[in-house]
C-alpha cells in the first residue's frame, strides 16, 4: 500500500513500482479511483500495488536496531508515529531519531546503514542499489547512494564512510575506507575522496577539493566497521501474532467476528487494518459500523488489526491479531453420515464416517488423529465402553481455528447367543 504525493499519477506510480508507466491498468484491479481519472489522484489517497507485480528492484528493509526514541512516518503521511524494532520500511518512508538515540537499518542487499541521533532520513530500498535522503544529522554506511540537500554521495565500492548534513544544509563526508564520488546536486562539480580524505559541500556550490583527515585508531575502526557490519548468524525475529481465521468479506460480519474474541470489554472507538503487524501500513481506521461495508473492497489476502478503545489517543490498543480474506471461503464444518444421533448398539466397535469441509486440515476423534480423502470423506473405527458414549469430534483449519463438536452413542447388552446360553452370562 502507498499513499500518493503531489505529483503522482497513476502512469508514474506503475512506471516507479511496475517499471512500465503503460501498466497502470493493472492499478484498476485493486483500487476505485473516485474521479475516474487516472491522471486526476489526490494527495493522501492509499493505493494497493499489487506485491506479485512489483519488480525486484522494490524491496523493503528493516528496523534491526531501535535506541531510546524512533519514529516513523510512511511515505504521503503527515503525522511520525514511534517505530517498532524489526518492522519493514518501505520506499521512501522517513525515520527520525532524538537526542541519545539511534536506528539501524537493513536493506535487501544485507547491507546495514546506522543513522545517529538527532537525524531524519528517506529510506529508499531497492534489491540491488540503496538510497537514502539524508535531510538532517548523520549516518554511517558502507555502499549506499547517500542524497543530500547539498550533495550526492556516490560510493565507488564498499567502504567505511561518515556523511553529516548541518543546519545550513551544507554536507561533511568523511571516507575511512573505500572510495566515494561526490557531486553537487546540479551535477556541475564533482570530486572523488579516497581512504583518509573528506570533502565539504555548501547549498549551491561545488565540493571543496579533498582534505586530508585525522583517521581513527585501529580499535576505533574495528568498532565503526563492527557496527554496521551483520553479524553471519542475525536472523529478523518474528511477532507472534495469533491469526483469527478466514472471513469472507462479502457474507462474515468481520466486527462481530473479531470483537467477540477481545475479553477486555471497552467501548470501542475504531477499528485499524493494515498489512503489516507492527502497522507500518495502515489502509483503513474506521467506526464499527463503518467496516463492514469498506472491508469488501479489500483484495483477497493477509491483513492485520487491532482495536483501539475510546478515549484513547492510542493509549487503549487491543493486541494485534491476523486475519486473512477469502471470497470463496466457507465455515469450516463436519458432517456426520454415521452413525445417527443417540445409536444403539450392542457392538463393542462402530465405523464413524463422514465428510468435512475443503479447509480443514486436522480432524481428530476421540483423540486419534484421522485421515482425510482428496475430497473431504474420512472413516474412523471407534471402540465403545458400555453404556452411553460421547464421541468427541475436534477440526481445525490451516490457519489454526479449531472447532469442537459430539455425537452420544449408547452401546447396550446383546442378546445371549447359543454358547452364552448353554454357559450362561451375558455379552460384556
Do not use: C
Not at 480474506?325 to 454415521?338: D, G, H
Not at 452420544?408 to 447367543?417: A, D, E, H, L, N
Amino acid at each position: 500500500m502507498i499513499r500518493v504525493i503531489p505529483g503522482d499519477t497513476l502512469h508514474a506510480i506503475a512506471k516507479l513500482y511496475l517499471k512500465d508507466p503503460d501498466r497502470w491498468p493493472e492499478l484498476l484491479k485493486y483500487n476505485v479511483i473516485a474521479s475516474g481519472n487516472p491522471d486526476v489522484i489526490h494527495v493522501g489517497d492509499k493505493l494497493l500495488v499489487p506485491v506479485k507485480e512489483i519488480k525486484k528492484s522494490m524491496r523493503a528493509a528493516f528496523l534491526i536496531e531501535k535506541i531510546e526514541d524512533v519514529s516513523f512516518r510512511a511515505r504521503g503521511e503527515a503525522l511520525f508515529r514511534d517505530a517498532a524494532l524489526n518492522q519493514k520500511i518501505f520506499y521512501e518512508d522517513t525515520l527520525r531519531t532524538f537526542a541519545n538515540s539511534h536506528a539501524k537499518v537493513l536493506f535487501p542487499t544485507k547491507e546495514v546503514t546506522r543513522v545517529s541521533p538527532n537525524s531524519l532520513v528517506v529510506i529508499k530500498p531497492r534489491e540491488l542499489n540503496q538510497e537514502v535522503n539524508l535531510l538532517r544529522g548523520e549516518v554511517f554506511f558502507r555502499k549506499a547512494k547517500i542524497q543530500t540537500p547539498s550533495a550526492v554521495l556516490t560510493p565507488q565500492e564498499e567502504g567505511l564512510y561518515r556523511a553529516v548534513v548541518g543546519e545550513d544544509k551544507s554536507t561533511d563526508i568523511e571516507v575511512f575506507e573505500g572510495k566515494v564520488d561526490v557531486v553537487s546536486p546540479d551535477g556541475k562539480g564533482k570530486v572523488e575522496l579516497d581512504k583518509g580524505f573528506s570533502s565539504k559541500i555548501q547549498m549551491g556550490k561545488l565540493p571543496l577539493m579533498p582534505e586530508a583527515i585525522i583517521m581513527p585508531d585501529a580499535g576505533r575502526l574495528k568498532a565503526l566497521r563492527d557496527d554496521i557490519t551483520l553479524p553471519a548468524d542475525f536472523q529478523i525475529s518474528v511477532a507472534d501474532i495469533e491469526t483469527v481465521g478466514v472471513f469472507n468479506p462479502e457474507a462474515d460480519d468481520f466486527v462481530q467476528e473479531v470483537t467477540k474474541r477481545d475479553r477486555i470489554r471497552k467501548k470501542i472507538n475504531a477499528v485499524e487494518i493494515a498489512l503489516d503487524e507492527y502497522f507500518s501500513q495502515i489502509i483503513l481506521k474506521l467506526k464499527p459500523l463503518d467496516v463492514q461495508k469498506t472491508i469488501s473492497k479489500l483484495a483477497d489476502g493477509k491483513y492485520y488489526y487491532r482495536v483501539e478503545y475510546a478515549g484513547g489517543d492510542g493509549a487503549g490498543y487491543s493486541k494485534v491479531k491476523g486475519f486473512e480474506l477469502n471470497r470463496e471461503a466457507r465455515e469450516m464444518s463436519v458432517i456426520i453420515l454415521y452413525p445417527p444421533a443417540s445409536l444403539k448398539i450392542d457392538d463393542e466397535f462402530i465405523e464413524m464416517r463422514g465428510s468435512a469441509s475443503r479447509d480443514i486440515s486436522k480432524l481428530v476423534i476421540d483423540t486419534a488423529q484421522v485421515d482425510l480423502g482428496d475430497d473431504g470423506s474420512f472413516s474412523q473405527i471407534v471402540y465403545l465402553p458400555m453404556g452411553p458414549h460421547e464421541m468427541e469430534i475436534v477440526f481445525q483449519d490451516r490457519l489454526g481455528n479449531t472447532k469442537k463438536m459430539a455425537r452420544r452413542v449408547v452401546r447396550v447388552p446383546g442378546k445371549p447367543g447359543f454358547w452364552q446360553k448353554i454357559l450362561g452370562g451375558h455379552q460384556k
